[in-house]
C-alpha cells in the first residue's frame, strides 16, 4: 500500500501542479484574448480563480489519504474529517461574504484547504512517508516551467504585447519543458511507472 500510496501522490501531483500553476500564470492574459470582453467582465474575480486553483491543489494532496483511511478499514476517520470540513464549509463561507462579499467564498475554501496537514498527519499514523520527498521531482519541474512561462510573459506580453503568441508558446513550451525535466530526472522509470499506475488495482 505504501509504494501505490507514492505512486498516486506523485503522478497525482504531475498533473495537477502543472494544470493549476499553470492556468495561475496564463488565466488573465487568456480573458484578454477570448472574444467577448471577458477581461472587463471578469478581471474582479481573478483573485477567487487563485484563490480557488491553490485550494484545489491542497485538495488533491489530501483526497488520496481520505481513501487510506478506509482501504485500512478506519472508516470513523474519514466520517470525522467528512464531518469537520462539512462543519467549516458552514461555519467560513458566510464569515467569510459577510467579511469579503462575493470573494469570500473561494477565501474560505482556500483557508479550508489549509487544514491538509491534519489529514496527512493522521495518515503518516497509518502508512510512513513524507510528502515532501514524493513531490520533489514535481516542485522542481514546475520551478523551471514557472520561471519558462514568467519569462515569456515579460518578453512577450509585458514587451511584444504579443499575448495569443505568449498563449501558444505558454502551453506548449512550458509543458513541454515541465515533462522534459520530469524525464531528465526520472528518465524511462517515468513512462514505466505511468503504464504500471494505469494497470494497478490498488490505491
Known amino acids: ?27 488573465d492574459v487568456l480573458l484578454k484574448v477570448v472574444p467577448g470582453g471577458y477581461f472587463v467582465k471578469w478581471h474582479n474575480s481573478l483573485s477567487s480563480f487563485y484563490f ?13 489519504l481520505i481513501n487510506v483511511f478506509n482501504a485500512v478499514g478506519q472508516v470513523k476517520k474519514s466520517v470525522i ?3 469537520y470540513f462539512t462543519a467549516l464549509t458552514w461555519l467560513l463561507v458566510p464569515l467569510m461574504i459577510r467579511t469579503f462579499n462575493y470573494p469570500g467564498i473561494s477565501i474560505a475554501f482556500f483557508i479550508m484547504s489549509l487544514s491538509f496537514v491534519l489529514v496527512v498527519r493522521e495518515a503518516k499514523k497509518i502508512i510512513d512517508f513524507s510528502l515532501s520527498h514524493i513531490l520533489k521531482d514535481v516542485v522542481i519541474a514546475t520551478f523551471f ?19 495569443t503568441l505568449f498563449l501558444m508558446c505558454a502551453v506548449v513550451g512550458g509543458g513541454a519543458l515541465y515533462i522534459a525535466v520530469l524525464y531528465k530526472i526520472k528518465g524511462k522509470e517515468l513512462y514505466t511507472e505511468v503504464l504500471e499506475l494505469f494497470r494497478s488495482k490498488d490505491i
Not at 507514492?6 to 497525482?12: G, I, Q, T
Not at 514568467?150 to 504585447?161: A, D, F, G, K, Q
Request: hydrophobic share 60%; proline share 2%.
Open 81 to 83: 474529517f467528512m464531518c
Open 52 to 64: 480557488f486553483s491553490v485550494s484545489a491543489l491542497l485538495v488533491s494532496l489530501y483526497s488520496p
Open 145 to 163: 516551467m514557472t520561471a519558462a512561462i514568467l519569462s515569456m510573459r515579460i518578453l512577450l506580453v509585458n514587451i511584444l504585447h504579443r499575448d
Open 1 to 27: 500500500m505504501k509504494k501505490s500510496l507514492h505512486k498516486v501522490l506523485y503522478y497525482e501531483g504531475v498533473a495537477i501542479f502543472a494544470m493549476v500553476i499553470g492556468a495561475m500564470l496564463i488565466f
